[in-house]
């Protein structure tokens, strides 16, 4: 069995007052795991539509959505939340932190919804925020995280499901240079020790490099496989 993503031929139409939109037209794509892919494309070009059908969060109008060899196309609404659950990472642009909770309760409040006892999954969260470096600093509130280590959450707390697929949308969107560098790199870093299929939308074209490969879409439509290292820096 072929594990990571696999679209194949998907066209996605939104309704748009009497017309339609085509955010993807007949685009097919495969992430394998252990492959980091960038997709970028000027605004409106269908990446963040792409995440969303590639995460089952919306029916593609045709086409398949596969992951780890199995056709989501077929399961019910109950059954892709299942798999979305056990299978896919998200990480948008913006954390979106609960106010409230400390680093660590991020973690932990989606296994504890999930029904999975606390102490269990504790151990996991902090090698987690270890890993993605804020060691000590499982007790803070976002308030008291910069803007670099609120992404770190972010990306820990994705990785709590040991997801296959991991979906990144412009994580350095918000944060200069440096922290926008250390944030790929820890992508890159979790896609080898993971063996996530990563995909991340991304406007930095000076980081392509650190992926394996680029994907640019336009008008909902895909083109793949410049090579990073063709870029000049
Ligand atoms: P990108 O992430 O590359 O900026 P999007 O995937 O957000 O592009 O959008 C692709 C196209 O689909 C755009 O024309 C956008 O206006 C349209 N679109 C996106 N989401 C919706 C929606 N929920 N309803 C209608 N049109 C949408
Ligand atoms: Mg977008």
Same mark, same amino acid.
């Given at each position: 069995m072929k594990t990571g993503l696999e679209l194949l031929n998907v066209t996605l139409e939104y309704a748009d007052g009497d017309s339609t939109v085509k955010a993807l037209d007949a685009v097919s794509l495969s992430v394998s795991s252990g492959e980091f892919l960038s997709l970028v494309g000027p605004s409106g070009s269908g990446k963040s539509s792409l995440l969303a059908v590639a995460a089952t969060l919306v029916r593609p109008t045709s086409g398949a959505v596969v992951i780890d060899g199995s056709d989501t196309s077929t399961l019910n609404e109950a059954e892709r939340t299942a798999l979305r659950r056990e299978k896919v990472g998200i990480i948008f642009q913006q954390p979106n932190l609960l106010p409230a909770l400390t680093a660590v309760e991020q973690l932990l409040i989606h296994e504890h919804l999930r029904g999975k006892p606390v102490r269990e999954v504790r151990? &996991?969260?902090?090698?987690? !925020?270890?890993?993605?470096?804020?060691?000590?600093?499982?007790? &803070?509130?976002?308030?008291? !995280?910069?803007?670099?280590?609120?992404?770190?959450?972010?990306?820990?707390?994705?990785?709590?499901g040991s997801p296959s697929l991991l979906l990144v949308d412009e994580p350095t969107a918000s944060l200069d240079h440096e922290r926008s560098e250390s944030i790929v790199r820890l992508l890159r870093r979790m896609t080898d020790e993971f063996g996530t299929a990563t995909v991340m939308v991304t406007h930095d074209t000076e980081f392509l490099p650190l992926t394996d490969e680029v994907a640019t879409m336009r008008d909902g439509r895909i083109s793949r496989a410049l090579v990073p290292s063709a870029y000049p820096n």
């Open positions: 151990r &996991k969260a902090e090698e987690l !925020l270890d890993v993605v470096g804020l060691a000590g600093c499982s007790e &803070k509130r976002p308030h008291q !995280l910069s803007g670099g280590q609120r992404q770190r959450v972010n990306i820990a707390r994705a990785l709590m």
